[in-house]
């Protein structure tokens, strides 16, 4: 069906058409030399429908036509996805590169997936087996996994497998299978499939409550504000506290399976600068690329906004695929506020009545539906697949109190506040220990971590009292307990993101740790002299943070914990 623009203005046309559109379908805006520009329908107003382009409207013109397509804006899923530099449409940025030069041309898409490439197809059903949605026909290597090849998403229904292919190499688009429903009717089979990206994916016998922490390796989340396989956790941080850095970190040791990555760059400069590292990045599993289990779908503020507001639904489709195969997906988004900001964009353009900070009305409810998408499921055979999601914010000025962090914080199971003071005192990562919280039960005991925490905010009492009253006037009492403090920060709180062994630490090392720290926290030194009650917890941090360089339960960690357990005998009276 067509349509004819009667209005263009920035990245928007209006097109009057003549049949019947659905919202969120797909339009090819199509110039008058022959560029066919990929668009959506986001608005439709008796005859008239307002699509968002996704490409630069230079060139188009009052009269032209507009293909309208049945299918919404969707990813294509299939084997080769891993690996892959993405922009927000899906289209491979490395071929882009080489077959436009690095600037993307309107009007031209390139096949997510290479349709040339042949994969080894093990069939793990025979003809004549019933299946349903999501069942796995077969599968394929890619990379350290076996990729399924599943009934298709959209299947309804019991169907039968007429035909299935042989152990074998094909591409994506050979037929593999053949189903067959109660009427005869036959649906042959792929290994790509299509999903629409703004709608959730899951097909699951059901939905489970998150509950088994996701251990990242960074101290101060895994111990203090931890985080769950499924759940959702939101990092918001002012320009240059240490968002990417912290994601990267994450995205190297985090337990889990795939990270998918949706780079929304404040500057161009800073998604090149993800592409450049990534591929740098080793995987400490596997000692190769760090991108042979990643996707990166990467965005700069300089390509069209819509583009932006795809990517992180892109991103998202992406990583709920591959929980459909059992698998643990991290998504990492960076930064959501650009993904909002997006929204303010086509709101305005749509002349819609404006919220808070003219971001639109319905701003929070789209972040919750992105969130919403995160979660763990049982797959119909038993196997369990999540998909874990984490978003940096970035407010302007570090100020939280702004409608993007104060949505995503009603939304999110953990928030991990990024402090200026924090990063400028290069206390990394700057995660600060005093605003943070996490509803989810982590890899320590939450009664201790309570009483950790309690410390934590005595120490601090004590700092801005002192900051006052000055160390005369505060008593040894409290004096110690803000040394206690500033010594759990030191040793345990901050880590080392250079340093091989201290740049993450396994759940087994943190428990032990944490105890240690604990019993060092709560012994009753019984000082009387300021300058001993320094020196001596001195004495600890030297013990610990060499510690926290030696590998776990080396010569080196043993030695140095014998050295810290006579500390604690003696109260820290012999050691020197
Ligand atoms: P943001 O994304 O919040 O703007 P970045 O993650 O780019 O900030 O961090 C800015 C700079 O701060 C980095 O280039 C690095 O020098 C420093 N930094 C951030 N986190 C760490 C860390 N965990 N360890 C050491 N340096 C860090
Ligand atoms: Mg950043």
């Avoid at 004819?4 to 110039?31: D, H, K, L, P, S």
Wanted: a negative charge.
């Amino acid at each position: 069906m067509n349509g004819r623009i009667v209005a263009v203005f920035g990245n928007m046309v209006v097109a009057e058409t003549t049949g019947r559109v659905t919202q969120n379908a797909v339009g090819y805006c199509t110039r008058s030399d022959g560029a066919r520009l990929l668009s959506e329908v986001i608005r439709i107003r008796g005859r008239l429908a307002d699509l968002q382009v996704f490409e630069e409207t230079r060139g188009l013109r009052v009269g032209d036509v507009v293909e309208f397509q049945d299918q919404m804006l969707s990813a294509s899923l299939g084997p080769g996805l891993l690996g892959q530099v993405y922009d927000g449409l899906q289209n491979p940025l490395h071929q882009l590169a080489e077959q436009t030069g690095f600037f993307l041309k309107p009007g031209v898409y390139i096949d997510a997936l290479s349709a040339d490439r042949k994969w080894t197809f093990t069939p793990t059903v025979k003809a004549g087996a019933t299946v349903r949605a999501a069942d796995t026909l077969g599968t394929v290597p890619e990379g350290i996994f076996a990729h399924h090849i599943m009934v298709p998403f959209t299947t309804e229904g019991d169907w039968k497998v007429a035909r299935i292919a042989a152990a074998g190499d094909y591409t994506i688009h050979d037929e593999i299978a053949v189903l067959k429903d109660a009427s005869g009717a036959e649906r042959p089979v792929t290994m790509v499939q299509a999903w629409p990206v703004k709608r959730a994916l899951s097909v699951a016998k059901r939905r489970l409550m998150p509950d088994e922490p996701l251990v990242t390796g960074v101290r101060i989340i895994d111990s203090m504000f931890p985080i769950v396989r499924g759940g959702t956790y939101c990092i918001p941080g002012p320009f240059g506290a240490g968002k990417t850095v912290l994601q990267q970190i994450t995205a190297r040791y985090a337990e889990v399976d795939i990270v998918v990555v949706a780079a929304c760059g404040e500057r161009a400069g800073e998604v090149v600068e993800t592409l450049r590292t990534f591929p740098e990045l080793e995987d400490p599993r596997t000692g190769r690329s760090l991108m042979e289990r990643t996707i990166i779908i990467c965005n700069t503020s300089a390509m069209p906004v819509a583009a932006r507001e795809a990517s992180v639904y892109t991103a998202v489709t992406l990583a709920e695929y591959y929980r459909q195969m059992g698998l643990n997906i991290l998504l990492l988004a960076d930064s959501t506020s650009r993904w909002a900001q997006a929204l303010r964009e086509v709101s305005g353009r749509l002349e819609e009545i404006p919220g808070e900070e003219a971001f639109p009305a319905y701003l929070e409810s789209r972040i919750a539906s992105f969130y919403e998408r995160a979660g763990a499921i049982e797959l119909a055979d038993g196997r369990i697949g999540s998909v874990t999601i984490g978003g940096t914010v970035s407010p302007a000025g570090g100020n939280f109190e702004e409608p993007v962090t104060q949505g995503t914080l009603k939304v999110v199971g953990a928030f991990h506040g990024l402090s200026r003071a924090r990063s400028d005192a290069r206390r990394y990562p700057a995660i600060d220990p005093l605003d943070s919280w996490s509803k989810y039960v982590g890899i320590v005991d939450p009664a201790k971590v309570t009483r950790m925490g309690r410390i934590l905010r005595q120490g601090n009492d004590v700092k801005q009292m002192m900051a006052v009253v000055g160390e005369e006037g505060t008593s040894i009492e409290d004096f110690t307990v803000m040394l206690k403090a500033e010594f759990f920060d030191n040793v345990y709180l901050q880590q080392n993101a250079f340093d091989a062994v201290d740049a993450a630490t396994s759940a087994e090392r943190q428990q032990f740790v944490f105890d240690k720290i604990l019993e060092v926290v709560e012994l009753d030194f019984g000082f009387t002299d300021k300058d001993v009650a320094r020196q001596t917890l001195v004495t600890a941090q030297d013990l610990f943070r060499n510690w926290n360089y030696a590998a776990w339960q080396a010569g080196e960690f043993k030695k140095i914990l014998g050295q810290i357990e006579a500390f604690i005998a003696a109260k820290g009276r012999t050691a020197a």
